[in-house]
């Protein structure tokens, strides 16, 4: 071999191990430099992330070190990725990896106080400014990963039916020990909303109308399914959830504060066909934050609970005695609500309502609703206007029907609106008009 053949081929040997190098360098410093993806963000606040089975024993160290370094999802939630690696060496100790199941005891506070200006010919006439309102107070919080708690005092002043005012004492409103098996099954104990339908859910504090459906008439319970006070009742509730909230179902007994009548059972079927609604309680609106297509059904059963109706005894006779018959009720609630980013947010709600016993006042009730909410802040919130129209049909009279219109100023979300709009009334035959005024703070 030539002189000059072996010196080509030294120079070929060291350009390729050269370029080995090289390539091994490069190798090298993007597999340091490598990051595991961001993980998911938590759930939103208010929802319950799902509940994963408790393993049977600690789970061990990873063998891999490369494991140990992959930081958790919940470090990563929010936070910018990092830039790139330090290079080669020991790996920093892991943060302590955090329960996600696991809240602290929170407490929170809400505030409503509402008026209300009716013409003086209007059936049981309530012609106050500021004349009515609510404070909530609520905790909540988990001891463990199955056993949770929720309680709330509710305090309320307002005008009575005979011209006076309410004292405004506290009582309990919620008193709930939560038991948290599985996604499929959650267990609720004590005093809680009965999972009617969606208004029950929302309460008058998560819908998009100041007044909650079903007031035809003041200081009158509401025409609706069979709640109890503040939509809620003593009893035990069973229910749980698929695909994040995409199907749930709810069934329950309760006593209606009375142990000596039959219990009033409970069901309820929610389907939601775009953004999964994972919590317990369900909002009439979400104001612009999901998009939502759902549909509930739920029906309500009490043996002997369609109670006979007397008129005061004369005086000196004894009262009567009552005749009974099986009440129930079946309703379905439909909601959509869709934020078109820059064009705003629609809300389009309604619901029905179908009464059965030989007792029942009411045949059956329904409302329609229809909101809009503006995409962009004017001053310091958005506007929503509203349109809202309830009937109720009466077994023995004509129709009731109540239409809203409403103006909102939707400031932080739920928890700071101001409200004002204006209410007609016929009360089979009986107008009457009303402006109202509402102010709901929570902190």
Known sequence: MSTQTRS??????VGAGTLAVILGITSFHRSAGAQPEPGAPPAPTGEDPPIAAPAAEPASPPADASAARAPSAEAHAGAPAPQGAAGPGPAAPAPPAEEPWKKPISVAAWARVGGRLQNPGAREKMDRLLGDGELDLMVSGEINRFIGLQGALVAQFGPTPNGGN???SATIRDAIAKFTFHDLLNVWIGRMIVPSDRSAFSGPWSMGPWNYPGFFEPYAPPIGPRQGPFGRNDGVTAWGKIAGGLFKYYVGAFNLHDSSVSPLYTARLNLSLLDPEPAYYQKATYLGEKSILALGVAGEVQREGSVEALPPPAAGAPPGTPRTDTYAEINADLLFEKNLTGAGTITLEGAFYKYFGDFER???SYFGLASYLTPSDVGVGKLQPLVRL???KPKNA??????????????EGHAARVALGYQRSDLS??????????VQLQK
Do not use: C, E, T, W
């Not at 080509?8 to 040997?13: D, F, I, L, P, Q």
């Not at 004509?398 to 400031?411: E, R, T, W």
């Not at 035959?429 to 509402?438: D, E, P, R, Y």
């Open 8 to 13: 080509s081929r030294r120079r070929g040997n």
């Open 166 to 168: 309410i004292a405004g």
């Open 362 to 364: 009411f045949d059956y």
């Open 390 to 392: 309830q009937q109720a």
């Open 398 to 411: 004509d129709p009731y029907l109540l239409i809203d219109a409403q103006m909102g100023y939707i400031i």
């Open 429 to 438: 035959g009986v107008k009457g008009n009303a402006l109202f005024l509402g």
